[in-house]
């Protein structure tokens, strides 16, 4: 499965912060429970790529219209 293809996959999405100082996203889904660990700079970088993307959408979703 690519980032440009649709699924009807359901999952929840947690994100905070641990007891030993790190950033946790937890994923659970159907048969998967993935938590991932980051250093505080290491999920400062994901937030701004998660910025820079939202942006892009945006930008595509706008010449859609």
């Known amino acids: ?5 649709q699924s ?3 999952a929840n999405l947690q994100i905070g912060p641990t ?4 950033v946790r996203i ?3 889904g159907d048969g998967v429970d993935l938590p991932l660990d980051f250093d505080p ?3 400062e970088e ?5 910025r820079a ?3 892009q959408a ?6 859609k219209r």
Do not use: P, Q, S
């Open 1 to 5: 499965m690519g980032i440009n293809k």
């Open 8 to 10: 009807d996959i359901t």
């Open 19 to 22: 007891t030993l100082g790190m």
């Open 26 to 28: 937890y994923l659970e």
């Open 41 to 43: 700079d290491e999920a």
């Open 46 to 50: 994901i937030a701004e790529e998660l």
């Open 53 to 55: 993307a939202a942006a």
């Open 58 to 63: 945006r930008k595509l979703a706008v010449k």
